[in-house]
């Protein structure tokens, strides 16, 4: 992501800085097949102006403070929008609904407090084959899973230790809000990471309750479920090669396991190309499962601004539902759906 620091200042002896960045990205999309939310079933094809076709329309800003002995205050403030009408989206409905929190990073580690990602869904980000594009990765079938729950966490408190012989580990706790009724809406995760040369290796697990003052945020983050993730990445030269297994468990309703893998490729340093699989099963209901497959090309106009075109296709079983697309897509109905998207991304 690019970035432009647009001010320092000195304050005793300590020197800070704050950087404003973001992301504009727009696309049109189009599936062969939508779904009726009315009834369920098939309804006709779309062409669609989509917000945020590859990564979701953003802006931040992020601080820093020297607060000397190595260590520094920290702050990241996030806010999603939609590039197609200029309100929110891509996020949990707030102003800064993508994150939110103040911190101290040193070389024990680093702590942070307010609302930010769970080391779940980073540990899901991280193994994910397309790197969680807004078309056809693992974000779509996230979001059908558990909506944004584990990916804004409000009230949280997190600790990410410094990288020693390879290994990393985060954990994160996340109050309620909730007076008289200290389990509703907690949230908990914790990751380790293993780095070894090209090859990373990531674990995760994840346990959220219902309600909370999250309840009444404008996209509620606050589904019951347990997650747990294994993955896996390897790079070597220009080829990177990604496989995961995530699990997405709401109790009384479904337990849903999904397998990926995939790779990405550089052609050329302005030439890329990726390509995944997400195999969907509930193990609650063999009945419901899913298979969704895309691959992705991007070309780099400048160090700020790429074109890409995306194409892929989900086949549906059961009460399976999982889409294409996050913006205009997400939801999609039984049997085979194919769909494209073809966009501009400018980052600052």
Known sequence: MGACAFGTAQHANAQSSVTLYGIV??????????????????????????????TGSRFGMRGAEDLGGGMRAIFQLESGFSVANGGLN?????????????????RYGTVKAGLQFSPFFLSVY??????????????????????VTGLFNPNGISYTSPEIAGLQASGMFAFGGTAGDFQAGRQYSASLRYHFGGLTLDGALY??????????????????????????????????????????????????RVYSGGASFGITPALNIDAGVWVTRDAN??????????????????????????????????????????????????????????????TF
Request: no cysteine; charged share 10%; glycine share 12%.
């Open 25 to 54: 990205d727009a696309s049109l999309l189009y599936t062969n097949k939508t779904l009726n939310t009315t009834t369920g079933q098939s309804a006709s094809h779309q062409y669609a102006f989509t917000d945020s076709g590859l």
């Open 90 to 106: 891509n996020s949990n409905g707030n102003l800064f609904g993508r994150q939110a929190w103040v911190g101290i990073d040193s």
């Open 126 to 147: 991280d193994s994910d084959p397309r790197e969680m594009a807004y078309f056809g990765s693992g974000l779509v079938t996230y979001l059908n899973n558990v909506y």
């Open 207 to 256: 346990s959220g309750n219902a309600g909370g003052s999250a309840a009444s945020i404008a996209i509620p983050s606050v589904v019951e479920f347990v997650g747990r993730t294994l993955g896996a990445r390897y790079t070597f030269d220009r080829l990177t090669l990604k496989a995961s297994y995530t699990q997405y468990k709401v109790a009384g309703s479904f337990n849903n």
């Open 285 to 346: 209901d063999g009945a419901n499962n899913s298979i969704l497959a895309s691959t992705g090309l991007e070309y780099s106009l400048s160090k700020a601004t790429i074109t890409y075109a995306q194409v892929g296709f989900v086949t549906n079983h059961g009460g399976m539902h999982t889409g294409l697309s996050v913006n205009n897509a997400l939801d999609l109905p039984t049997g085979t759906t194919a769909g494209a998207s073809i966009g501009i991304r400018h």
